[in-house]
């Protein structure tokens, strides 16, 4: 078992939290202890938009709630109907992520009605330090690395991905272990489509290089896009060839083919990290698309109805290789947009020098 950063930040943010409530002089530290808990986020544009969101929905929460117990006093049914209201207002704002905390505030707030109104307000102060602590922690300590955590998630999705291939057609692999990996797999492809998400937060507040960072969205959603693809084979070999009375005589072509598109995968993922050398054909030969196609349209004719099954499989296939063709151009339109921008940067540099050469020498 690993601890994660944001694991060892909550830790942190918490122990933030409880110093900053005896230093303010609070009586507890509990509530500002869990507004830290609630507040820590997976990214600094997550973090700062929450502390945004629960600023407003706190002091609005805050005011229901002492407006509320001078109407009605402090009834457990005044503070549930108070905590509805609260709810189905951050929902009306779009800010359902502050929920938890807002209830928080709303219930120490109404709680602490009988022992007055500076006891409500210290409490709402409780709340704000441990979001504080929260948002300083996340932004100080391991600040939040999106695109290494998702180019790290590819990586381990391409050798999952890679293995079962390897083993799809041959069906060497224990059933356990397969369906162990597969589901692996698709776990690493969710947490790859939630780290895309953060990708796309983050050009929110990026203020420059928005091209850049567009190419970068670009190559991200492809990326996902390949290995879903592959994935997407897995089931239908799964599903279509093992039914296919007389798969056995194409178990060699098949399973050649998806070895030379894994190849392809890796080799991509290869040319991305610059370590392929420059004008390395990578690409498989559609020639060998091709003859499989016409092998197959024959087998087709022989039985329709028999065989069609694998012409789901193939199709699969070549949707994959499809897509791996795609990823390529892509990585390879980023890769010289980048060169061209780095060499206009270099050129200007360069220039820059020259110019401040001449005016020295004048």
Request: proline residues 3%.
């Amino acid at each position: 078992m690993t601890i994660g950063a944001r694991v060892l930040k909550t830790g942190m943010a918490v122990a933030l939290a409880i110093y900053l409530s005896k230093l303010f002089g609070f009586p507890s530290p509990l509530l500002t202890a869990v507004a830290a808990i609630l507040t820590i986020q997976p990214s600094i544009y997550r973090s700062w938009q929450q502390v945004l969101d629960q600023l407003q929905t706190n002091v609005l929460g805050a005011a229901i709630a002492i407006g509320a117990m001078r109407l009605f006093g402090e009834t457990p049914i005044a503070v549930g109907l108070v905590c509805i209201i609260v709810i189905l207002v951050s929902i009306r704002l779009k800010m359902e992520s502050t929920i938890g905390v807002t209830l928080v505030t709303v219930v120490a707030v109404m709680e602490a009605h009988g022992q007055g109104l500076d006891v409500a307000i210290d409490r709402f102060l409780m709340v704000l330090a441990g979001m504080g602590a929260a948002f300083v922690v996340n932004v100080a300590v391991f600040p939040p690395r999106p695109r290494k955590q998702f180019t790290e998630q590819v990586h381990t999705a391409y050798h999952q991905l890679s293995l079962l291939m390897r083993t799809a057609i041959s069906n060497e692999m224990k059933e356990q272990v397969y369906r162990k990996e597969k589901e692996a797999l698709h776990t690493t492809l969710r947490k790859l489509e939630d780290r895309y998400v953060l990708f796309e937060e983050e050009r929110k507040v990026l203020a420059r290089a928005k091209s850049s960072h567009a190419r970068q969205l670009l190559l991200s959603k492809q990326m996902i896009k390949a290995l879903q693809k592959g994935a997407d084979l897995l089931e239908s070999v799964e599903e279509h060839y093992f039914a296919s009375p007389g798969a056995e005589e194409w178990a060699e072509r098949l399973d050649r083919q998806m070895e030379e598109l894994t190849k392809y995968h890796e080799s991509i993922l290869l040319k991305l990290e610059n370590k392929m050398k420059p004008g390395a054909e990578i690409e498989p030969e559609e020639e060998g698309e091709s003859r499989l196609v016409g092998e197959l349209t024959d087998y087709l004719r022989t039985d329709p109805d028999e065989h069609k099954r694998l012409v789901f499989v193939a199709s699969s296939m070549f949707e994959y290789a499809y897509h791996l063709r795609r990823l390529e151009k892509i990585v390879d339109m980023v890769q010289q947009r980048d060169a061209a921008t780095s060499s206009k940067r270099t050129g200007d540099s360069e220039e820059k020098k020259r110019e401040n050469g001449l005016l020295g020498n004048e």
